[in-house]
């Protein structure tokens, strides 16, 4: 594989690679910037669903790389740069050295993703999921259970978010998802699809583990602090997570990581 020298920081090859945190704000228009060795390893895998489109490194790191680099198709570029060069166009340290500009996979509707699913699907359905640290959680137990995809409302943030990437170990790109979603709709859509639908919510009567495992299973996800709403745990079936001493809250990446232990494990 061909390596490409960058010395000058305002080279344009590199271009999106540059500034990233005020990009991480502003968008990046269908891509995405990540980092790190391991979900650089996700992204040039098998069962990653995103395209890389460059990718920028320490010249320090290419020779343990090589074997991840080896994957990498014949056509996508590979800029490498000195520490310094590399913290200039990054606009902050880069501890890490490994950079990726990937492109997202293409957007799915609701109906296409429900029905790629066989007959005992668990998926996660988020609604209003603001928190990049939550986001990256979520789609790490995702695919850690086995969940067949995520699905977020319009008020979730973006999961391809480079925190949100970082935190889920790359798991956001290799897990099929629909975004950008109605949630009263969302809930309709699976419900219309065979799903069984439970909210997490505290206030609920039923507790997780009394809900049987089998059939396709949807368990929706609301943020800390305000919870689901009324309308959308209305259409679904309450159930909680019983916790000791009058507590009654759990951080919603925790939250789901049992909920979809409960739901695929087998006896």
Do not use: W
């Not at 228009?29 to 996700?42: D, I, K, P, T």
Request: with cysteine; charged share 20%; glycine share 12%.
């Amino acid at each position: 594989m061909a390596l490409i020298r960058i010395d000058d920081p305002d080279d344009p090859r590199i271009a999106g690679f540059r500034d990233i945190r005020e990009r991480d704000l502003t968008g990046r228009q269908g891509l995405f910037v990540a980092e790190g060795e391991v979900v650089l390893n996700v992204l040039l895998s098998d069962r990653s669903l995103c395209r890389p489109v460059a990718l920028l490194l320490d010249s320090k790191r290419v020779e343990g790389l090589a074997a991840v680099l080896a994957r990498a198709a014949s056509d996508t570029p590979v800029y490498v740069a000195e520490q310094s060069v590399l913290d200039s166009i990054a606009g902050f340290h880069l501890h890490r050295g490994i950079l990726a500009l990937g492109e997202k996979p293409p957007a799915l509707a609701l109906e296409t993703c429900l029905d790629a699913m066989g007959p005992d699907a668990v998926v996660v359905a988020a609604c209003g999921i603001g928190n990049h640290d939550n986001m990256g959680g979520i789609f790490r137990n995702a695919a850690a259970f086995g969940a067949a995809a995520v699905l977020l409302d319009g008020r979730c943030c973006d999961p391809f978010y480079r925190k949100a990437i970082r935190v889920s170990v790359g798991a956001v790109l290799r897990t099929p998802m629909a975004t950008g979603l109605d949630a009263l709709d969302m809930i309709d859509g699976l419900g219309a699809a065979g799903f069984e639908v439970a909210a997490l919510t505290p206030g609920a009567s039923d507790a997780l583990e009394s809900l049987p495992r089998g059939g396709r299973i949807a368990v929706v996800l609301g943020p800390e602090g305000p919870g689901l709403s009324a309308a959308v745990i209305g259409r679904c079936r309450p159930v909680g997570i019983p916790m000791s001493g009058g507590f009654d809250s759990l951080n919603v990446s925790a939250a789901s990581g049992i909920a979809l232990h409960h739901f695929t494990r087998r006896a």
